[in-house]
């Protein structure tokens, strides 16, 4: 890569004219410098343009984690919509119940400790739906700042089911994890960025050229005259600067520490191959389990609507009173939200599923 630089000084000068650097003194000076052959350089640039190449796929990482977050957000701020449904109907119950059971201890058929069962009851529904209602106000606050929603507007949920890349077999799942697992990329490029870097520095043996051209101004008061036959104000200089290594510690020392560097990245991406494909296939079976549990959920929700139905036609004939039914009510309502709960958790373990196996841009499509 060519470069190019200007500078400018003043000193004073008792004796031969020089500086530092070992140039001579001068008012004005430009210097151009290019590598035309230098084989460390070169590796250590193709390894700064892989490291940031690594930058993109890390931004991609924390794109990724902000649509997991944004997503499990919508999802539960869905479930706890619903769940504010059914409390406040299981609120609705409470109340049926402990009117009849006060009504019945009035008639001398229910002992207070009943009464105050039915309380606990109402009151601990009425606690839930405080700690939802605080729930769901979180996640509209957060949902918004993610959106740029501005602060009133609502946030309209619908339940929806998540693609069926996490319904996959792990084998499948691992295959597009290897491919698109935004930390094995990273592992990956770190020991393309080595291999450059170990290429290079083992071409530290060969010859470097560089094109040099230097202009300068000199001033007459630093004593030119004085130690050079002729004084010339403008100066220009250009060449080839060239150099043979014969015998170089510092390329041997560079060499090991870039192979001890290029083993370590190897053992880190064949560590982080073996920790993914394992990771894949625990986070495949959290799926299946949860799918389990999901309709474990729904059948205990259908057998609780089941009784409820055969307790209401109890009630229409007069077998059964109200608190019972309102009682397979509340039953039926805890079901529902159990099968929310195992819904909801299933959602869970299917986005970090496919946040593994980087196939999380198929949540929007």
């Not at 094109?211 to 030119?224: C, E, G, R, T």
């Not at 929310?340 to 499509?365: M, S």
């Amino acid at each position: 890569m060519p470069n190019l630089y200007a500078g400018s000084g003043a000193g004073y000068t008792y004796g031969i004219p020089e500086t530092p650097g070992g140039r001579a003194p001068s008012i004005f000076n430009v210097t151009y410098t290019e590598q035309i052959l230098n084989e460390p350089l070169r590796g250590q640039a193709k390894e700064m343009q892989e490291q940031s190449k690594a930058q993109k796929i890390v931004l991609e990482d924390v794109r990724n984690s902000v649509i997991t977050r944004t997503a499990m957000a919508y999802l539960e701020l869905g479930k706890a919509r619903h769940s504010l449904e059914l409390l406040r109907k299981e609120q609705e119950s409470a109340e049926k119940i402990l009117q009849v059971t006060q009504e019945r201890q009035g008639e001398g058929y229910e002992l207070p400790v009943e009464v105050t069962k039915a309380q606990l009851t109402k009151a601990q529904v009425v606690q839930r739906i405080l700690r939802l209602e605080g729930r769901e106000d979180e996640l509209e606050v957060f949902l918004r700042y993610q959106l740029g929603l501005p602060e009133g507007q609502a946030i309209e949920v619908t339940p929806e089911e998540l693609p069926g890349e996490a319904e996959q077999e792990g084998d499948t799942l691992v295959a597009m994890a290897v491919t698109h697992n935004a930390g094995l990329q990273l592992a990956e490029s770190d020991v393309r960025a080595k291999e450059f870097r170990l290429k290079g520095e083992k071409r530290g043996y060969f010859p470097t050229l560089e094109l040099v051209s230097i202009y300068s101004v000199l001033a007459q008061f630093n004593n030119y005259s004085q130690y050079f036959r002729t004084f010339q104000r403008n100066n220009f200089n250009a060449g080839i600067d060239m150099h043979v290594p014969i015998f170089s510690a510092h390329t041997k020392a560079a060499v090991g520490l870039a192979q001890i560097n290029l083993d370590a990245a190897r053992v880190n991406l064949t560590n982080k191959r073996t920790e993914l494909t394992a990771d894949v296939r625990q986070r495949t079976r959290r799926v299946r389990e949860r799918d389990a549990a999901k309709e474990v959920a729904r059948l205990e929700l259908q057998l609780a609507q089941q009784n409820v139905a055969v307790l209401q036609a109890q009630f229409g004939e007069g077998k059964l009173n109200l608190r019972d039914v309102e009682k397979a009510r509340l039953e039926e309502n805890e079901k529902w939200m159990a099968y929310l709960d195992a819904n909801f958790q299933k959602q869970q373990a299917q986005l970090d599923l496919l946040k593994t196996a980087g196939q999380l841009d198929k949540v929007w499509q």
